[in-house]
């Protein structure tokens, strides 16, 4: 599951909206909605998530962090390392292999570290 996913059933949830009632407003297939939501899906276009974000009625910094998760929720990751150092190519390659075995807090501890300013 994705942080866009996770964030949208949860308000849909919470709302006591069903995921075929979402889709069905929203104009898109059950299937694909559920595929937004799992993770198996590409990230949202932008219309989309102006979509969802008007559908569930939410505005300014939930709809800012909303469509901020979309743009962070792409659930096949390339990560290019060309032109940097051996030590780049290195992590990136043992995040590829090792992040299946990564449990909440390790993976709380990357996130700490990477999104330092």
Do not use: C
Not at 28 to 48: D, K, N, Q
Not at 79 to 108: C, F, Q, V, W, Y
């Amino acid at each position: 599951m994705t942080p866009f996913g996770a964030k949208v059933r949860a308000l849909r949830k919470a709302k006591g909206i069903t995921l075929k009632k979402m889709a069905a407003d929203l104009d898109v297939s059950a299937a694909y909605l559920s595929a937004l939501e799992h993770g198996r899906r590409g990230r949202p276009t932008w219309f989309m998530v102006q979509e969802i974000t008007r559908y569930l009625d939410i505005i300014w910094d939930d709809a800012e962090e909303l469509a901020r998760l979309a743009r962070l929720s792409h659930p096949r990751v390339v990560i290019d390392t060309a032109g940097l150092s051996p030590k780049a190519t290195h992590l990136a390659n043992r995040l590829s292999e090792r992040i299946t075995e990564l449990d909440e807090e390790a993976l709380d501890r990357l996130l700490s570290e990477v999104e330092k300013p």
